[in-house]
């Protein structure tokens, strides 16, 4: 587990600095003059001149190279300096502190909805497997994976906000403004949710020890709370990790559509007034995310289920689980032919007594 974890240390900084340099690489080869676009976001386009424009370029070192330029600045980066903002003139880490709980609170209810919606359907999917409200549910979930976010925000503005005037349209003035987002964002996890729940259940019900606890005297009832959930809950730990990284990723289209005041929307205006320091930020942070919260799911699903042994290799690891779950299908089949065998053998002779009689 050490090695492991070590590793995967190693492995997200190394996505960080590589999720960094191409985001700086791609901001500098894209059209317009830094420089200029400053101008406009701070003192209009009335401003710009000449001299104008040499004083912005030497005061942010944009006279440097490019090269020279992004030395700069991974070496501030790297001493927790993330630089100045060019359009709002402050510290883009205190802007980020500023906006992030903003994001947090925003993603912290989609993944409530998400897991307080998808998880109950998946379990009442696989109970009732092939029946009608079975294919309700997976036609819902269909549904809900083919809608994108914007569309989803666009309607649900249109019908609570235009239409009936329940719900504000944009902003943070009252609790209420929280519910369009938060639900706009949590469309696609219902579905990927309700998905795993429904796979991890029907499989769970089919294992062995399912069976022998019901041949104990158990109602179905208590088999499936005692035993089924518990044992299917465990890969959602892992989709829980993935869907945080989405929801921070999402957050940046839905923040922008609901005028919601948090770290999304502040990275949309930086990538359209060109402020290089500030896409940088929100990039790390959105990137560092991901990374942490899948190496937490990886140590917590380890925690919890005994079974998972990590190997040596990162990328050629096999995991104990997996030769179980081998092996169990072997075994299973192995035990469905000689009850097969059984049985025709079983009717053979039963049909030679009738012959006889």
């Not at 409530?112 to 029946?131: E, H, M, T």
């Not at 020890?209 to 019901?214: D, K, L, N, P, Q």
């Not at 208590?222 to 089924?228: F, Q």
């Not at 560092?288 to 005994?306: C, H, Q, R």
């Amino acid at each position: 587990m050490g090695k492991f974890l070590l590793k995967r240390i190693i492995l997200v900084f190394f996505v960080l600095w590589a999720v960094a340099t191409m985001v700086f690489f791609l901001v500098h080869v894209t059209p317009g003059d830094v420089a200029e676009a400053i101008l406009v976001q701070t003192r209009g386009p009335e401003s710009i001149s000449d001299e104008s424009l040499a004083q912005i370029r030497q005061k942010f070192d944009l006279d440097q190279p490019v090269i020279a330029q992004y030395f700069s600045w991974l070496l501030n980066v790297f001493q927790g300096d993330f630089g100045i903002s060019y359009r709002y003139n402050m510290p883009v880490a205190d802007m980020i502190a500023n906006r992030l709980p903003n994001t947090i609170l925003l993603g912290t209810s989609a993944l409530f909805i998400s897991l307080a919606v998808g998880i109950p359907l998946g379990i009442v999917s696989a109970l009732n497997r092939d029946k009608i409200l079975d294919h309700a549910t997976r036609l819902l979930v269909l549904l809900f994976a083919s809608f994108p976010g914007f569309w989803v925000a666009i309607i649900l503005i249109l019908f609570f906000s235009i239409g009936l005037g329940v719900l504000p349209t944009s902003g943070m003035s009252n609790p209420q403004s929280i519910i369009l987002p938060a639900f706009t964002l949590s469309i696609a996890s219902i579905a990927s949710t309700t998905r795993m729940m429904r796979t991890s259940m029907l499989d769970v019900l089919e294992q062995d020890y399912m069976i022998e606890a019901r041949a104990k005297g158990l109602s179905r009832r208590d088999v499936i709370m005692r035993h089924g959930i518990k044992n299917a809950i465990a890969p959602i730990i892992t989709l829980v990790a993935l869907q945080i990284g989405h929801i921070l990723g999402g957050a940046v289209v839905i923040e922008t559509i609901f005028a919601w005041p948090g770290l999304g929307d502040l990275f949309i205006n930086a990538v359209n007034a060109k402020d290089t320091p500030m896409v940088e930020g929100c990039t790390i942070l959105i990137a560092f995310g991901y990374a942490f919260f899948n190496l937490v799911a990886d140590i917590v699903y380890a925690a919890i289920d005994p079974r998972v042994k990590y190997a040596d290799s990162l990328s050629r690891g096999i995991t104990v689980l997996g030769r179980g779950k081998i092996q169990q299908f072997i075994d299973s089949k192995k035990w469905r032919t000689s009850l097969l065998k059984q049985s025709k053998s079983l009717y053979r002779d039963r049909a030679e007594n009738e012959a006889l009689r």
